[in-house]
């Protein structure tokens, strides 16, 4: 027989505001492999229908289980119950607009991110559908899906201490997004477009440096040395 895991969970629907917030606690008995997002679904289906939380992919890839476990932002699907105590605690991700209990909406402040940092490939080429794929060398190519590992879920932007004190800050995921663009020949803006973008208190140079960005994003991506390199960049294109 397997743990018993007594799981907290915050509860709480904004469409129902007389209801006040409050914590819940389930009892799991807990088998080998077992996910949180597993103990999730087994309290949705055993224990209590009405809990509210995010899925898609169930293997780390759509970014849509991100939430605060013991007070770490981390993915459901991807953090195993036999690395945690027997007393979890489930919240929701800070920053982003609590849904209810634990789903947040990430997609709504990702797209008035990339809005305002333009996150796409800016060409004044007119779409060809016929071209043939342009080539580029490999290592261009790694280097630019390195950048582009992000999967959004917004680990990074809720364990940033400075996006609590700047909400106007872009983040980690922000900074990077731009710094895909920057490194990608087929974007033909220049180096000053992308300072303008990013050569601000609100961007790269809002960044405290806390680390949290790069200790919490699960699919490893060195965040902070991302950044280091892509601030780095823009202060010696900006000396010009
Ligand atoms: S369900 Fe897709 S990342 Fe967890």
Known sequence: MGRELKVSVFRYNPNEPKVKPRVQEYHVEEIDGMTVFQ???YIRERLDPSLLFDFVCRAAICGSCAMLINGKPKLACK???SLLPNKIQLMPLPVFKLIGDLSVDT???FRMMSEKVGGWVNTKKEFDKNALEEKMSNDLAQEIYELDR?????????GCTTMSLKPN???AAGILRVARFYTDPRDERNEKDFYDILGTEEGMFGCMSLL??????PKEI???SQLAT??????????K
């Open 39 to 41: 103990v999730l679904t």
């Open 79 to 81: 953090t195993q119950t």
């Open 107 to 109: 997609g709504s402040w």
């Open 150 to 158: 992000c999967i959004e879920c917004g680990c990074c932007i809720a």
């Open 169 to 171: 800050f872009i983040g």
């Open 212 to 217: 949290a960005c790069d200790d919490f994003c």
């Open 222 to 224: 060195p965040l902070m």
């Open 230 to 239: 892509f601030r780095r960049k823009m202060v010696l294109a900006s000396l």
